[in-house]
């Protein structure tokens, strides 16, 4: 699906998800949420590199259980990039209710 243009976003009261399967993306941080995290969908990734947020990570492996991709947050009025090397993680964006 993804080749064709196609991509999945769950939503509920306090989170938007978007999957992210490796690569480059932008993202724009929607208003109405804080916070972003990166959630490793397999047991690592690797290459993992964010910009233009609050807490950048450099070409690094993200694991389970040791997840330093949480709660992130994005810098003023400014997209972001996530870069992923291998693996695929989903993108959290959330609020507090």
């Known amino acids: 699906a993804r080749a064709m ?29 804080q916070y972003f995290s990166i959630v490793p969908l397999d ?3 690797t290459g993992v590199t964010i910009e233009h947020a609050k807490y950048p990570l450099r070409d ?3 694991t389970r259980a040791g997840m330093i991709t949480i709660s ?14 291998s ?8 609020r507090d209710l």
């Open 5 to 33: 243009g196609g991509r999945l976003t769950i939503l509920d009261r306090q989170n938007r998800i978007i999957l992210h399967e490796g690569g480059c993306q932008k993202f724009i941080m929607p208003p109405e949420y």
């Open 43 to 45: 047991a690592a990734l």
């Open 72 to 85: 992130n947050e994005a810098a003023a009025n400014q997209p972001f990039t996530v870069a992923i090397g």
């Open 60 to 62: 690094a492996t993200v």
């Open 87 to 94: 693996g695929r993680a989903l993108v959290v964006f959330s």
